[in-house]
């Protein structure tokens, strides 16, 4: 790791004024920029830790309508264990935290962190190689290279796949964000955390420079509401998911009323299919339904070269996700 | 008691602060030490040596680290504290495994400066006065390792299973001790160890942990 000034504020405006300064970056656990910063991939001069601003941007709150505030630095053991989220609609935020990485990792891993970490393509994050990807190499190297761990939808130039377990779950639940910059908080979907066009030499997020998030929001989840995170990995444990989906539903008399899927580990950004969910409305869960909603759901799959066993796999994890949030 | 093993830098002001107050770093005494300073000027830990102190095993120790030093390597390298292991440096591997703050980490991804001020558990606290702690007498009665590398950080993230869970299934911990790889395979035996352990087998005089057990 290249020498740095290492920066530690004590409150939102001493880490904003901190954050400004050329070559300064965010911290907190560190998980994903630690390991960055040892491969020399990533070296910036000043590290602003955020560790210290707990009481801001800590722990697992209610909020006085009733939605629950994951502040951004709960890690994703607390969510995991989190009695707010027992309920069943709750349950794709427990279940995509509780999945992640490792017991070591999740006691140390903040919720902004897994969200906004650098995706784990294996040609972008080694520092002898020169992609397309914010390295000004002539080339998405994923491409025509070992593609097997890529994206099979919604990439343009560059095929990276975003990695966080707890955004799918994020986006299922048509969660909220907010964010501190320039003394301003602004409160939005998490949607627009994530780029339309996930091109290269782009942010994997849309956060402006020196933006912090402070925290999500999860709307209260009706008791009706059911929702589950699955992932299909190449081992049983401690392994990064090959592809992955969330869903929430809402049920009546048997009968499906609302519903959102959202894919993961197959695209740039984590990817809503809403076609696919629509076609779950008013209709009473079966295999069969399922079957066709997984097909929807990667209908626009443009497989790599060493990747088309992700739209199979894929879809069966949809099936199982759908199974889940209705068994 | 208190161990100095901070060299090749002077002690600073902020170092004393740190070191005199470092159990409640984080707390007011830190942020009155800081508010002292003024309101404009940011604690930082610029390139070079900085003597800080961690609380380790139950100690308070004074050591010297760059803003860059992982708590990995502050323990090896610092404390000569070698029990903890760096296999991969990257937390792929799980031997650099101890207990900060009530939960296992993975030291070689922590920074030493951020483990200032938390109780700090490594396996050569599972020793005292010349009696191992039960769980690591079970390890050895069960003969739960061969090359012995992954050992320490196995003993870490079994403590820490214990310790969250007197009699934990064969699930539970396999689920505990999912982030520690073992190349010899020995996760059969390690989940004896264990079972041995919550049974009540080994010497339970040390069944407690002295520090930084649980949160």
Not at chain 1, 109 to 136: I, M, P
């Amino acid at each position: 790791m290249k020498e740095f000034t290492y920066v530690l504020p004590r409150s939102l405006p001493e880490a904003e004024a901190a954050a400004k300064k050329p070559g300064a970056t965010l911290k907190a656990a560190g998980i994903d920029l630690v390991d960055r910063m040892k491969e020399r991939q990533f070296q910036p001069t000043e590290v602003v830790n955020l560790l210290l601003l707990q009481p801001d941007l800590g722990g697992i709150t209610a909020d006085a309508d009733g939605s629950m505030r994951i502040g951004a630095l709960a890690t994703l053991a607390q969510i995991a264990a989190s009695k707010d989220f027992a309920a069943e609609g709750y349950a794709a935020l427990r279940e995509a935290a509780g999945e992640a990485a490792t017991p070591q990792v999740r006691n140390r891993a903040t919720a902004a962190g897994n969200v906004l970490q650098q995706a784990r393509c294996w040609y972008l994050r080694s520092s002898e190689l020169h992609c397309l990807h914010g390295k000004d190499g002539p080339s998405c190297l994923a491409q025509v290279g070992d593609n097997r761990y890529h994206s099979v939808l919604g990439y343009h130039d560059c095929v990276r796949v975003h990695p966080s377990n707890l955004a799918p779950a994020l986006l299922a639940l048509d969660c909220e964000y907010t964010t501190q910059l320039a003394g301003k908080q602004q409160r939005r979907r998490v949607a627009d955390l994530f780029p339309l066009e996930p091109k290269a030499q782009l942010e994997e997020h849309t956060l402006l420079p020196g933006e912090i998030v402070i925290a999500f929001h999860v709307k209260a989840q009706p008791k009706s509401a059911r929702s589950a995170y699955r992932e299909s990995r190449e081992k049983l444990s401690f392994d990064w998911a090959t592809t992955a989906a969330a869903a929430r539903v809402v049920m009546d008399g048997g009968v499906i009323q609302e519903a959102s899927l959202v894919l993961a580990a197959v695209a740039p950004v984590p990817l809503p299919r809403p076609d696919a969910a629509k076609l779950l409305i008013g209709q009473k869960p079966s295999d069969e339904l399922f079957h066709r909603v997984a097909l929807r759901a990667f209908a626009d799959a443009r497989p790599l070269s060493h990747n088309a066993y992700k739209v199979q796999v894929g879809q069966a994890i949809v099936r199982e996700v759908l199974h889940a949030t209705t068994r | 008691m208190t161990e100095d093993r901070s060299t090749g830098s002077a002690f600073s002001r902020r170092a004393f602060l740190k070191g005199a107050s470092a159990a409640a770093v984080t707390g007011a005494a830190a942020t009155a030490a800081t508010h002292a300073r003024g309101p404009v000027e940011l604690e930082t830990f610029a390139p070079g040596t900085h003597a800080i102190a961690l609380q380790v095993n139950g100690k308070e120790q004074k050591l010297a680290v760059e803003s860059r030093t992982t708590l990995l390597d502050a323990l090896r390298d610092r404390l000569d504290l070698t029990g903890a292991k760096k296999g991969c440096d990257r937390g792929a591997c799980g031997g650099c495994t101890v207990i900060v703050d009530g939960v296992t980490v993975n030291s070689c991804l922590m920074l030493a400066i951020d483990a200032i001020g938390k109780p700090i558990t490594t396996v050569e606290g599972l020793a005292q006065g010349g009696v191992d702690h039960p769980l690591v007498q079970n390890f050895a009665h069960c003969d739960a390792m061969q090359c012995g590398f992954c050992t320490p950080g196995m003993v870490m993230s079994s403590l820490q299973c214990l310790n969250q869970n007197q009699q934990p299934d064969r699930q539970t911990i396999q689920r505990a001790i999912a982030g520690n790889i073992c190349r010899c395979g020995t996760y059969g035996r390690v989940c004896e160890a264990v079972e041995r352990t919550a049974a009540g087998r080994g010497d339970q005089a040390l069944r407690a942990p002295a520090h930084g057990g649980s949160k």
